[in-house]
């Protein structure tokens, strides 16, 4: 291989998922006018940042060479926990906090399951994922809990509810622009972990941990705290992410988060994040969140049937993991 | 079988691995080939083989022309690679594993378990060695696992065998039986290829040695024309001076002693003490207990009683935090599982080890970090391309070095080094040597754990010795010798 193809292999290698989403947004906006308003992409960024803000928590699990099933029954347990406190009359900015503190001790469980307890993380999660979604169906008795803000008494707490999930900061440039709020969020949370991925401490735990389990251990490093701290990670903002998603529906069911927790994998995947730990970028989760999201929006905008739509992501997936693995 | 290797050119993308290299191989002789890590030994080997093709060049073996597309053809054909890093299944059991890929059927297709068993034991026999043909291989030692994979080598009925450091794992006694096997092999009309470091072994077993040396063919010998330093000149072309360099002695106080320190099966009653300045070195065989009685003492492996002093004080070790905070550092045997992560850049590893010394309130200082990692580099003599080279992609020797960097950059009181030379070549090994006695001259407390009598012989102040769990004694350096050593790694007294 000469020395120029291999340069561009390299630079594939590293923006491959930020070239295959710029393909697939110049694709979408030359045939569907609808697509390339603003005002849809900045939706399209909200309806990122479910996906967007579990994908961060699963990277960093998988990074420690772990995987977390439960995201998509903690983003429910979470997200029904803060309803029912909003429904008994509590404060909504503490109902906020203890569901977010709750999500965090769910994923910590999972953390002790597969540290103390020394399960594999597929099938520990594999649990709690089960469990979790069987306690949120037994605290609702299995039906949805509605009109939430309706319910909250002080005038400024339904404003804090619903602005996290609602709320939008309009543009100085152009007030019909209108940034949403989570997608505020998903970018704020994206820095905060791109900085403790590449420039902390604890991010150089994570990555030791998911190389070489025993060599991190004999340098020091407290694998198992390192462990129970990605879970934790991953159950807060599975929460917070569920906490977004009642407020923009203002209403809560135990059936929410069905299957979230695959989307979280592929989206880690097509960033090309190493499946056996210690291999990845937080730069790369967010390219592969953005290819799933601009998929599903385009595809939902072009009117195709939801069927065709899942085979089609399939598709991309694949393609994008095969050119990964090829390389 | 006798295999003529001439002009043999091989690049891997540009780099040139191997420039006109050859090899002469006669019919039932024991030839050793030697080079430095990176020399192209294994390289040849593998072109031999079939595992790499060559850009140029000519193979004939028996008088023919051949190119061997895979492994399998050369196997067909005869030739047999056994590698460093056994090709074993750990969960299978001997028999199964000696038969992978070519089990004996029935005509319904099923295996037929008493014909493999009757094989298996057969092959065992003619060797003679005693391996129970049902046994799991992760319950084998090392040295077994070997010898199963030499079995499965004589199941193709193998002409030329080629062994790359067979002995790296092996115990003395281990070592020993395989010498014999080679020897009954070697009377049955086999050729051996015999790579290895250990200038003893050659020396002891083979007939004909070839050098290599940055992928040049550099010359083939007669053992018994040749002595040892001429074969070290050959190998990096200039002469090494002494194999064990001298240092001055400036030993202090006690730094570590241990107390009646027990596991409940791996070993008991151990005490011991090393002095500021010091190096002990620990002999005994494989599986005497020596490499645990070191992971307990760092906190790897729990202990059921006995107390550990530092500075003459007592310290509690639950865990290798505890350890390392308390002054010791521990160089594993096995650096490649455990001693570096091995996808990772030398930077990434010296850092991963030092991040208090590399940070600001848990951030990452790259201007620190940056200058720690130069300062390693340079100071331990690693060479690579960049600081951003992959650790996998180093030879042994610089392997080895970028664990020491790490360690010693966490300035411990008391450094454990097991098998610290193990894999590495005779340059390296020295740089390695040097940098010991330099800790040491700094009053670093050195316990060196070795396999190889000589280094342990050269290298210490006392030789403490181990066998089946106990410390059978504890010699003066200056007073002992290969003999007194082995005597007590095997359970014997000394007056």
């Known amino acids: 291989m000469n020395q120029k193809s291999k340069k561009l292999n390299a630079i594939v290698g590293e923006y491959g998922a930020f070239i295959a989403l710029a393909a697939l947004v110049i694709i979408l906006s030359l045939i569907s006018a609808e697509f390339r308003q603003p005002s849809n992409l900045l939706n399209l960024l909200r309806q990122a940042s479910f996906n967007g803000l579990i994908a961060v928590g699963m990277t960093c699990v998988i990074l420690s060479d772990g995987i977390d099933l439960s995201v998509g029954s903690t983003f429910a347990l979470s997200a029904v926990v803060c309803a029912e406190l909003l429904m008994a009359g509590f404060p909504a900015f503490a109902a906020i906090i203890i569901a977010l503190i709750v999500g965090t001790l769910l994923g910590a469980i999972s953390g002790l399951l597969v540290t103390k307890g020394r399960l594999q993380p597929f099938i520990a999660t594999l649990i709690t994922m089960t469990a979790y979604r069987g306690l949120a169906m037994i605290i609702t008795d299995g039906k949805p809990i509605s009109r939430l803000a309706a319910n909250i008494s002080s005038e400024s707490g339904a404003f804090l509810f619903k602005l996290i999930g609602k709320g939008n900061i309009a543009s100085s440039f152009n007030p019909d622009l209108k940034i949403p709020i989570p997608a505020i969020i998903l970018v704020l949370v994206f820095a905060i972990f791109y900085f403790i991925l590449n420039r902390t401490c604890f991010g150089r735990r994570i990555y030791a941990t998911g190389s070489n389990e025993k060599c991190a251990t004999l340098v020091g490093v407290n694998t198992t705290r390192v462990r129970i701290m990605v879970y934790s990670i991953s159950g807060f903002l599975a929460a917070l992410a569920g906490l977004i998603m009642i407020s923009r529906v203002d209403s809560a069911q135990p059936t929410l988060g069905d299957g ?16 056996s730990g210690g291999r990845g970028k937080i730069i790369g989760t967010v390219a592969g969140v953005l290819i799933i999201a601009v998929l599903n929006n385009g595809l939902n905008i072009l009117e195709v049937t939801s069927y065709y739509q899942d085979v089609i992501k399939a598709i991309v997936i694949l393609v994008a993991v095969l050119s990964d693995s090829k390389r | 079988m006798h295999i003529e290797m001439k002009g043999i050119n091989k690049a891997f993308t ?42 140029s060049g000519t193979i004939l073996v028996d008088g023919k022309e051949v190119r061997y597309k895979n492994p399998q053809e050369a196997e067909k054909a005869g030739i047999v690679f056994i590698y460093q890093e056994l090709n074993v299944l750990f969960d299978l059991t001997v028999e199964e594993n000696l038969f992978m890929g070519k089990e004996i059927a029935n005509k319904f297709g099923v295996c037929d378990r008493k014909a493999m068993r009757k094989k298996a034991q057969e092959i065992m026999d003619k060797m003679g060695v005693h391996i129970p043909v049902g046994a799991v291989m992760s319950e084998l030692s090392v040295g077994q696992q070997q010898m199963v994979e030499i079995c499965k080598a004589l199941m193709v009925d193998a002409k030329v065998l080629i062994m790359d450091e067979p002995t790296a794992a092996l115990t003395q006694s281990e070592t020993e039986v395989l010498f014999e096997v080679m020897k009954s092999l070697k009377a049955k009309g086999v050729s051996i290829v015999y790579i290895s470091h250990r200038m003893e072994e050659i020396f002891a077993l083979c007939d004909r040695i070839t050098i290599l040396r940055d992928g040049e063919y550099i010359d083939t010998r007669y053992i018994k024309d040749i002595t040892m330093d001429d074969v070290v000149q050959m190998m990096i072309g200039r002469t090494i001076g002494e194999r064990f360099p001298q240092r001055h002695l400036t030993i202090g106080g006690e730094v570590l002693r241990v107390e009646n320190l027990s596991h409940k099966s791996l070993f008991h009653g151990v005490n011991f003490s090393v002095h500021a300045g010091e190096v002990l070195g620990v002999s005994g065989l494989m599986g005497a207990g020596r490499t645990e009685i070191m992971q307990a003492i760092f906190g790897n492996l729990p202990v059921m009683e006995g107390k550990i002093f530092i500075d003459g004080a007592e310290v509690k070790i639950h865990n290798t935090r505890d350890a390392i905070h308390a002054g010791i550092g521990f160089i594993t045997e096995d650096r490649k599982t455990e001693g570096l992560l091995l996808d990772k850049s030398i930077a990434q590893n010296i850092e991963l080890a030092n991040l208090d010394r590399v940070s600001n309130r848990g951030v990452i200082s790259n201007a620190k970090r940056n200058t720690l990692v130069k300062q390693g580099i340079e100071e331990f003599r690693i060479r690579c391309f960049n600081a951003d080279q992959e650790c996998g992609s180093l030879s042994g020797g610089n392997q080895q070095k970028v664990v020491i960097a790490k360690w010693v950059y966490k300035q411990p009181k008391i450094l454990i080094l097991d098998e610290p030379t193990r894999g590495v070549d005779i340059g390296a090994k020295k740089e390695i040597y040097n940098i010991i006695n330099q800790l040491a001259a700094q009053g670093v407390a050195i316990i060196l ?16 010795v181990v066998c089946e769990g106990r410390v059978t004694g504890i010699v003066n350096a200056a007073e002992a010798d290969q003999a007194k050593i082995m005597t007590l790694a095997t359970g014997g007294n000394i007056a």
């Open chain 1, 260 to 275: 979230y927790e695959l989307d979280a994998i592929a989206a880690v995947a097509l960033g090309g994040t190493s499946m």
């Open chain 2, 449 to 464: 754990v070795s396999s190889e009598l000589p280094e342990v012989l050269g290298m210490s102040d006392r030789i403490m």
């Open chain 2, 14 to 55: 540009s780099n040139q691995v191997l420039k006109n290299a050859g090899f002469f191989l006669k019919d039932g002789e024991v030839h050793a080939l030697m080079g430095e890590n990176g020399a192209g030994k294994s390289t040849l080997m593998k072109i031999l083989t079939g595992v790499y093709q060559y850009d």
